[in-house]
């Protein structure tokens, strides 16, 4: 059994989900934990007790496993969190992700907007410059890293525009893109390159 593998098995057993694992070149490692999706949803989040309790295990686990280590950091995914894995993508359909590919299309990397499937792939719905709705296809193999967007309403002022919505859009009245798209047909280009490929789709 490799180290990663312990710890999935160790953290999955307390009952929590593993978001992620990481050993550094120092002896550094670094675990990140999450609630499970129904526990999230009724409210519950990642505690210091709950960081202290994978902790104590692991250490135990770890130290039966002979699994070297200098450091070891068990802490929440954040605000932020950041999508690894195809279970990821499909809790949290519909909200605000920001996606960044492994090569870029038009020009660009990064992408910010509302997530959805999108038959056998997936879609993220975004506003370009001119507050224009648009829609990116891509495939999961696609995609270099990719995390949630934090939602900050400062003011609590009844609901806030939909994700990938013009910033000045009123609650409610959002325009969705239209459903169908023809990205599969599109061709990957590189940061300069120019590229006339219609996959992002302009919604009137």
Request: glycine fraction near 8%; proline fraction near 5%.
């Given at each position: 059994?490799?180290?990663?593998?312990?710890?999935?098995?160790?953290?999955?057993?307390?009952?929590?989900?593993?978001?992620?694992?990481?050993?550094?070149?120092?002896?550094?490692?670094?675990?990140?934990?999450?609630?499970?999706?129904?526990?999230?949803?009724?409210?519950?989040?990642?505690?210091?007790?709950?960081?202290?309790?994978?902790?104590?295990?692991?250490?135990?686990?770890?130290?039966?496993?002979?699994?070297?280590?200098?450091?070891?950091?068990?802490?929440?995914?954040?605000?932020?969190?950041?999508?690894?894995?195809?279970?990821?993508?499909?809790?949290?359909?519909?909200?605000?992700?920001?996606?960044?590919?492994?090569?870029?299309?038009?020009?660009?990397?990064?992408?910010?907007?509302?997530?959805?499937?999108?038959?056998?792939?997936?879609?993220?719905?975004?506003?370009?410059?001119?507050?224009?709705?648009?829609?990116?296809?891509?495939?999961?193999?696609?995609?270099?890293?990719?995390?949630?967007?934090?939602?900050?309403?400062?003011?609590?002022?009844?609901?806030?525009?939909?994700?990938?919505?013009?910033?000045?859009?009123?609650?409610?009245?959002?325009?969705?893109?239209?459903?169908?798209?023809?990205a599969k047909a599109r061709q990957a280009?590189?940061?300069?390159?120019?590229?006339?490929?219609?996959?992002?789709?302009?919604?009137?």
């Open positions: 059994m490799t180290w990663q593998a312990t710890v999935d098995k160790t953290v999955t057993g307390l009952g929590y989900e593993l978001v992620g694992c990481e050993r550094s070149a120092a002896g550094l490692l670094r675990v990140t934990i999450d609630k499970l999706a129904e526990q999230a949803l009724a409210g519950a989040v990642i505690t210091v007790d709950d960081c202290e309790r994978v902790t104590r295990q692991l250490q135990y686990v770890l130290e039966v496993e002979a699994v070297p280590y200098q450091r070891l950091e068990v802490s929440s995914p954040g605000l932020d969190r950041p999508l690894n894995k195809p279970a990821d993508y499909e809790r949290f359909a519909g909200q605000a992700v920001q996606i960044m590919l492994k090569v870029a299309f038009q020009g660009r990397k990064k992408y910010k907007g509302e997530l959805s499937r999108e038959g056998e792939g997936w879609r993220i719905a975004f506003a370009d410059d001119h507050g224009v709705l648009q829609a990116l296809d891509f495939q999961l193999d696609e995609v270099r890293e990719a995390c949630l967007v934090p939602a900050y309403d400062f003011k609590g002022r009844g609901r806030k525009a939909a994700p990938g919505a013009p910033a000045d859009a009123a609650p409610g009245k959002t325009k969705k893109p239209a459903k169908r798209s023809n280009v590189d940061d300069t390159a120019e590229d006339t490929d219609d996959k992002v789709e302009e919604r009137s």
